[in-house]
């Protein structure tokens, strides 16, 4: 099981809104630590699209945002499009566990 | 452009060992710490080990402590995983990755992974 837990799956028709929790506890998120948002489609190495919890790199487009609360990290996607079909990952560092960093489990997001 | 290509994976028998390299480009590698991250078929992400540009400290994930051993050369700009004592749960892709320290350590860019298949 992982550290940071995700949703299996989440699902949206194009155009919508859907947003992936990351739940964590007081020696990763909740301890002040970054949380950043992979996106991975099949076959493909991952990408990062959000870091620090909210800051998207160039490139990615604003429809992606982050945000953070207590021990909880959120990835919303607007306008939902067929190409963000994809497993989406959060990431962060665990101080329990020595030198770790640490993923989700990862969700499954399906454009309808 | 920054470009990691590894190479090194194949088919080994349960016991054996594997050497991953990842060769980089496009950045002043010694600057960065640099990651193994892996996905195991059917399965998520995985953090593997990471290392600081210096090569002076280095992490390992529980799963793969003891057996695993990351390193860097550079002066020849490749980072390696030295895969030892090798199980049928250490079958994946495996990817290297830049930490990009402006952006809260996250990992910027990716490798297209190799693939270590255990298997006897």
């Known amino acids: 099981q992982s550290v940071l837990t995700q949703p299996p799956s989440v699902s949206g028709a194009p155009g919508q809104r859907v947003t992936i929790s990351c739940t964590g506890s007081?020696?990763?998120?909740?301890?002040?630590?970054?949380v950043h948002w992979y996106q991975q489609v099949p076959g493909t190495a991952p990408k990062l699209l959000i870091y620090?919890?909210?800051n998207r790199p160039s490139g990615v487009p604003d429809r992606f945002s982050g945000s953070k609360s207590g021990t909880s990290a959120s990835l919303a996607i607007t306008g939902l499009q067929a190409e963000d079909e994809a497993d989406y990952y959060c990431?962060?560092?665990?101080?329990?566990?020595?030198?770790?960093?640490?993923f989700g489990g990862g969700t499954k997001l399906t454009v309808l | 452009e920054v470009q990691l290509l590894e190479s090194g994976g194949g088919l080994v028998q349960p016991g054996g060992s594997l050497r991953l390299s990842c060769a980089a480009s496009?950045?002043?590698?010694?600057?960065?710490?640099m990651t193994w991250v892996r996905r195991a078929p059917g399965k998520g992400l995985e953090w593997v080990s990471g290392?600081?540009?210096?090569?002076?400290?280095?992490h390992y994930a529980e799963s793969v402590k003891g057996r695993f051993i990351i390193s860097r050369d550079n002066s020849k700009n490749t980072l390696f995983l030295q895969m030892n004592s090798l199980r049928a749960e250490d079958t994946a892709v495996y990817y290297c990755?830049?930490?990009?320290?402006?952006?809260?350590?996250?990992?910027?860019?990716w490798g297209q992974g190799t693939l270590v298949t255990v298997s006897s």
């Open positions: 990755a830049k930490d990009e320290p402006l952006a809260g350590d996250a990992y910027s860019d």
């Open positions: 496009g950045f002043l590698f010694s600057s960065y710490a």
């Open positions: 290392i600081s540009g210096r090569g002076s400290t280095s």
């Open positions: 007081s020696s990763n998120i909740g301890a002040g630590y970054g």
């Open positions: 620090d919890n909210t």
């Open positions: 990431q962060s560092y665990d101080s329990s566990l020595s030198g770790s960093h640490v």
